[in-house]
């Protein structure tokens, strides 16, 4: 939601105090949550070293004043120190791994479809394969070159939803183009990432490809909305 939030915001004018402030609380945001997850990961060397001695420990016991769960410290340890979340590799950071080596063994023209083994034989787990991991069996299975083509088509509906903003003679339509355009590209770029290492696994489905009923009708709705903003751009010329 920020990258939506304050690109409707940046297309609205507003202050350059106003975006410095917003950019001051997120680093001091950021901080804290860096202290937080920092503190999670001595307290798991910590427990284990304790379980190694012979010492009862328990994970869950990790105090702090932050609204944050251990799975989703655990995320972000995957991203960050993967090591230290998942030494044997076997846990939180499986699905992260296997991704990667999904992604990575496509080649350029991929394994054919329906023929890509990390898939295909239950590395990359059926539970996550057809919905956030969907970009890694793509690569997989067609390669750089599929790979680029989606991302291609990607680019071209983002890039068609700004021109779209471009074009609208009234604030409401440039603002609904801007905000469902930034949605579809943070949605792009967070799913890809997070199959390639760049980000952090949050769960975020790829538009148009991922397994999803109401998803899917989401995306056809908001891109519905984009056109009708081009259908009616003369009516206020």
């Known amino acids: 939601f920020p990258p939506m939030i304050f690109?409707?915001?940046?297309?609205s004018r507003l202050s350059e105090k106003f975006f410095l402030s917003a950019f001051a609380v997120f680093a001091i945001t950021v901080s804290v949550v860096g202290i937080d997850i920092y503190g999670y990961s001595k307290h798991l060397e910590a427990s284990r070293a304790a379980e190694a001695s012979g010492e009862s420990a328990q994970m869950e016991s990790y105090q702090?004043?932050?609204?944050?769960?251990n799975y989703q410290r655990n995320r972000i340890l995957t991203f960050v120190a993967p090591d230290i979340v998942d030494p044997n590799g076997t846990g939180a950071s499986w699905n992260a791994k296997q991704a990667k080596i999904s992604a990575a063994t496509g080649g350029a023209t991929g394994k054919g479809l329906f023929q890509g083994t990390q898939a295909q034989l239950g590395y990359l787990p059926q539970a996550v394969a057809h919905n956030d991991f969907i970009f890694s069996v793509i690569a997989e299975e067609t390669g750089f070159l599929g790979s680029a083509f989606v991302v291609g088509l990607f680019c071209l509906m983002v890039a068609n939803g700004i021109r779209i903003a471009g074009l609208a003679r009234d604030r409401f339509g440039m603002q609904l183009a801007i905000g469902v355009s930034m949605l579809f590209l943070v949605h792009f770029f967070i799913?890809?990432?997070m199959t390639i290492g760049i980000t952090p696994i949050t769960g975020l489905p790829l538009p148009f490809l991922s397994y999803g009923g109401s998803f899917v009708l989401s995306c056809f709705i908001l891109q519905g909305l984009i056109q009708s903003v081009y259908r009616y751009r003369k009516d206020y010329s």
């Open 64 to 69: 702090s004043f932050l609204p944050i769960h």
């Open 191 to 193: 799913n890809i990432g």
């Open 7 to 11: 690109a409707l915001l940046y297309v």
